[in-house]
DNA sequence: CATACGTGGAA
DNA sequence: TTTCCAAGTAT
């Protein structure tokens, strides 16, 4: 059964594929544009694809090529990339696009290596590159494929331990025809069939000989390793308004969204201000959740650097979603 | 190997 | 409301 593996699979994609702005449907002669496929598994990292969606039409109406992209203002990009998350990605879509264009001469490199060497391109996006873009036997192993294949194969190893014996099994099952489409397959597979909770498994091509299915414990495979506790911090940032015009700053280039433009304000600790706010969120972060608290001043730092925003035009400020929230909440207060 | 790093939708 | 977690990468 197991050698029909990549037949079963490509025939279920064949007639159930999502239709995706990114993806050529299966059996189009059209031709991949690597700008394209790349720009979209950067997006797709930790992120899903309703939310990818939108940025992924404006960006490629704004920055139609890699070259565009790389001569891109900084802060437009990142104004560009405001409430996707996890900021470092869209850092490092500046830096790969204007290495692509410096070092390989506006090309995208075919090889999973030369790939797997650019900013923003680890293991993941390396190997879907190169399989979806340039059609390269790449094992492409993501969060999705991590699920099908542990519960096919029945690995209880848990996770990360486990990754090495999910692409082990996957490796020998890769279609030298196809390898594009059988990623694109199983991850569609793990997102609407082979799903965490509740599977389909009826449904599904794999069922004939998958080792979970049946199991009432399928929905425990992959094993993952238990969560820590989130600490609560909080923090005060400051609305100074002058002549209908808000100060913004720029944070630093790394850490907590870093490069991003946002409200100024101090440190964020674990003792909660005792200085009343005109409004207050409590927001969550992949590993602290963050009470934040806007008060009024009269006036910023002396040294500080920044900008006086027009307050009637905060949307095409790019701000980080934490800071539209507690705006968007004073101003809901305040009419 | 463990940790830092966003956000929104689903159950 | 809380918890989970989604096409991961960098350090």
Known sequence: M?????????????????????????GSDAVPDPYRIWLAEVMLQQTTV???AGYFARFTEC?????????????????AWAGLGYYARARNLLACARAVVAEHGGRFPESEAALRALPGIGDYTAASVAAIAFGRPAVVVDANIERVMARHRLIATPLPLAKREIRAALMPLVPQD?????????????????????????????????????????????????????????GLAHWIVREERVWLVRRPGKGMLGGMRALPGGDWTDTRPTESGVAEVNHGFTHFDLTLKLVHRESHDAAAEGEWWPISDLDAAGLPTLYRKLIDKMLERDG
């Open 2 to 26: 197991v050698r029909d593996f990549a037949p079963r699979v490509l025939a279920w994609y064949d007639a159930s594929a999502r239709v995706l702005p990114w993806r050529i449907a299966p």
């Open 50 to 52: 309703a939310a990818v």
């Open 63 to 79: 920055w139609p090529t890699v070259a565009d992209l790389a001569a891109a203002e900084d802060a437009d990009v990142m104004a």
């Open 178 to 234: 196809r390898p594009g489409d059988f990623a694109q397959a199983l991850m569609d597979l793990g997102a609407t069939i082979c799903t965490p909770r509740s599977p389909v498994c009826a449904i599904c091509p794999l069922m004939a000989d998958c080792r979970a299915r049946g199991r009432p414990d399928i929905e425990r495979l992959p094993v993952k390793p238990p969560k820590k506790a989130k600490p609560r911090r909080h």
